[in-house]
Every structure is written in C-alpha cells, then in structure tokens.
C-alpha cells in the first residue's frame, strides 16, 4: 500500500497544528496511543452516557486497562485520530481472539491471552506473559484496583559481569506476519479521514514501564525498577549499549514498516515513553540526558526525518521543560502529556518558549486535580483558558494530561469534550 | 572521633561496597559505632540530600547514596543495638491500600534510616489495620504515608481515619507525601504534614521528633 490518503477534515485539524499552521480549531486525540487514552470503566460510562450502541469495551492496553474508543465514540465527543497499534500487547500477548471479562462488575473484551488468577489472600488480581499460567505473573492489580504494575522479577545482579543483550530481549525485528498485520490495519484507515498515530516500534529507551520485562517470560538483566535508575548514574556505559541494540532493532522495524505501508499510512510515530520528570523536579540533569539519552533518540530521529514525513512523538509526564530545548536538538517535533501541574510547566511559558518549534500534544485539562475531582465548570474553564494558550499558530493537540483516569465523573468528561467543541466553534 | 572523609565520601559517591569495607576497616582500627554513624555517615546522608535539593543529585544518585548507606550500616547494626543506642526516633512508613508504586516510599526510608531513625517498611499496597497493628506494635512517632495515585489518594483519609478510630492518632505524627498531594489535600485528610522530596520528609521528622536540621 502506497498510495496516498486523502486529506479529510478531521486529520487537515491534525496535520495543520503538528506543522504549527493554524487549524480550523483544536483537534482532539483521545485514544490514539497508550498516554492518550481513556480507562476502560471510562469508555463504557461515555458509551452509556452517548447513548450509542450497548457493547462490552475492548481493553485494547491491559496494562493501563485503556478501553478502545470507536469510531462511534470519536464522532460523540469530537476526537480526530485514530491508533495505528499493530497486535503486541504490553504484556506479550497478541490483542485478538476476544472474550469477556469481568472487571470490577462491569462486563469487558479482552484478547484471549489476557489470563489471569486471583491471589489466595490479598485478592489481587495477577495477569501472566504471553498468556502462559505456568510462568511466573508478570503484572499484579491491587484487590478494588483500576490497573496493572509491573511484578518485579529480578534475578541476582552479577554487576561485574553485566551482558547488555539480557536488557534487549524484548527488542526483536518485526515478523512477517507481525508486518501482515500493521498493514490489515494500516489498510482500515485509508480512507484518510483521521490522522494516523502510530505506536509499532519498541523505542522507548529506560521506559521504566518496560525495564521489568512485563512482556517476557523469564526476563534476565537489570529489571527492578530502583536497580535501574541506578544503572543509568554508575553504569552509563552498560545502559548506551542497551539503547544502542534497541535503536539498531527499532530503525530496521521502522524501515520495514515504511517500505510496506509507504509514507502517507503513517502521521505521527511514538517515539519513546521514558520520563524525565518528577512532580518537582527531574530523574536526571540535562547533562545525563544529553549524553545518554539525547544521542540515541538522534539516531531514531533523524531515520524518520530523512526517510519519512511522520512526525516524532515524545511522552515524559512531570516537570520535562529542562529537557525540551535538547528534545527539540535531537529532532523531537512533539510533546506529551505536557503535565502543567509540575515545576517549570506553565502553559503561557512554554507557549511562549517553544511556539513553532514543539508541538503540545495534551495540556488540555489537569487529571491530578480538575478532571477527577473538580466541578464540570471548572472543568470547563480549565480546558478553554488551555485552548486558547496552546492553540495560537497552531502546535497544539487537545488531549487531558494523560490517560483519563477510572473513576472520573462523566460529566467532567463531558464538559471537557463541550468545552473544547466551545472553543472551536468560537474561532 | 574526627570525620571519616574516605567513608564520608564513599556515600555520597554512592560506592556501597566501598562504604562496607570502610567501616569494617574503621571498626577494626578501634573506632567506636556511634561516633562513625553520627559524625561521618549522618553527616554524609545530609550531603546528599543537600545534593539532591541543589538539583545536583537526582533520583539515581540518591539511591545510590542510600544503599552505600545501608552497606554501611550493616556491620554497625549489632554493635549499636549492643550498646542500646537509640534511634532519632521511630517511623512506621509504607504506600498505602491500593498503591504499588514504593520508589517514593523507598527513598524515604533510605533517607529516614540515614538521618538515624528507626523505620518499619510496610511495604507497599498496605491496609489501614496494617497500618493500625504496626502502630501499637512499634509505638512510633511518625507515620508516613505514600500514594503515587490519584486514584489511590483517598487510601490516605480511610488509613488517617483507621488510626483515629483505633485511638492511636494524638501519639504518632502522619507524614504524607507522593506526586498528586498537596498541602491543602493533607491538611483536608487530617495528616499533620506534608513533603513534596525525600529530603523534606526527613526534615518534617527530624522537626517532629525535636531535632534540628
């Protein structure tokens, strides 16, 4: 498939603000990646409160227990992306073959793999890799919990002997049949009429969410969460060669999958997940992640710039700005979650700073505080002063400050989706 | 007993084995337990968290730093509780009902147990009866509380409200602290406290306990 897509409204909104063009109003991403989407308690009570067709949601990221949004749901609310996933899910198992699920009551799909068990005591709920119960679980729901973590799965760590390939495991070149699928769903969204945000490729460098190997059923190396981050200041070394196998593996899925699905299949491409922000400060200084990180998300990027039209998309929740001028350098054109609630993040600030060189994917309303717990006014207040900060020239995608959390009062949704409708029909 | 810089240095480089044999080597030479922890390792912790709020540390480094420490203490734990040293005072800490995330949590203890106190780790995803039992089985001062979650905030208010019920709330001061918090929201839950950094935690106990920062 090489053809190219037409240029429908929906995705003109998108292609105008990620080459800071003014659009014709906000567009909206809500469940075009796995930091943009929405719980799947969420999904259903938006389902119910749009009155559209009853049917369990998909729980298309099983980690985060992300819900599928539809086209049917997209229309309601106004949302102009669609995700371009491919079948791998977090923990190892392909996202097909549906069955229903009980979470919490409410009744759920999710792909045959998904296998889960009880704890005897606590009442946890454990999910295994690959869908294998004879493996050791590999994601834990807290009893009355909304989501996954990780299990820590951490062999001994023979620091003298460290063999960077125990961390690359989970990097391997796309199959055949892996490609046959991108592109069956590549093909689903030819029509054009939404942008194409694509996450198919394992780039994400020291996201802390992979490091324990959730996907692996033996996973060897480094894998505690804390064992890591102190990987990254006494062993620097040890962690480039890691990166450097998974940018090797990623720049040959990435060209594999651009010689299959052409140019034009493709939008936007998620980079990396890794955060680099804390709630007041960072996880490292922009002197470690110029000379860790900053080098090998280069590499990455200037593949897709040199070969393609797709635009770089980078998550890192927390107080990031420090690192957006190196981000910017390394050929980064995009941000999300852009958590204004951290250190260093006011919007009018970083509009200032970074109009016309950063796009602000998210932003839109905070989802510590006025989403989850604020009045559907303030709600709506929030979201129209962050429209009007972000959306000048353009560089801007609606989208909450990460997922949208469970237990999120539908009608603060509602009121974020009509405030943005408000915003738009305004211009 | 005059500081320590070798082993001073070794924690705040974050070097744990280096940190070990240091002491043990101190130990052998004829040093005495407590003046190594209170006059070069205290004061080596203290560093890092100076570090740390300086911005030239980071999450990294103070783990690093926190387990030299720990490697530190390992050899000196029996020859101080031989000698009946007490602690700078007594912690109950864990992340509560509900919440897994204990990176926050841990770095707490770390640096709690480096400012000399005594911590009991719940660990994560602990109930508020947990939280009650060990209260009146450890009898501690403080009680520090972590969520990451906003989801799981509200664990916070059923484990402050258990501690009530329980009649054990006028004797411990509660800690609270993780990335959705606030002072407003502490204050809303009835915590007595609330730290934004490992580093303010431990100077809200070291304040709470009667020592100075």
New interface residues.
Partial sequence: MNAERAIGPKRKRVLDAIHHRTPDGAPMDFGGSATTGMHVSCVAKLRDHYGLEKRPVKVCEPFQMLGLIEDDLKEAIGVDVAPLMGRGAFFGFDNRDWKPWSFNGLEVLVAEGFCTTVEPEMGGTLIYPKGDLTARPSGRMPKDGFFFDAVIRQKPIDFDHLNPDDNTEQYQPLTEAQLDDIEQDARALESGEYAVFASLVNTNLGDIAWVPGPDLIDPKGVRDVAEWYMLTASRPDVVHKIFARQVEVGIDNLARIHQRLGDDAIDVIFLCGADFGTQTSSFCSVKTFDSLWKPHYAEVCDWIHKHTTWKTFKHSCGSSERFFESMIEAGIDIINPVQCSAKGMDPRTLKEKYKGRLVFWGGGVDTQRTLPFGTPAEVRAEVLDRCEIFSQGGGFVFNAIHNVQADTPVENMVAMFEAVKEFNGRR | MALSQALFDAIVD?KAQLAQSLVEAELKAGADALALVSETMIPAMDEVGKLFQE??Y????L??SA?AMKAGMAPLRPLLAAKGAKPAGVVVAGAV?????D?GK?LVTSMLEGAGFQVIDLGA?VAPEAFVAAIREHRPQIVCLSAL???TMESMRTTIAAIKAADLRRGVKVLVGG??LNERYAAEIGADAYG??ASDAVALARRHVGLSN
């Fill in positions: 974050g911005e030239e980071f999450v990294p480094e783990l690093l387990r009902k509900g919440d897994l995330h990176i841990n995803d979650l906003t989801v990335a959705p934004a950094t």
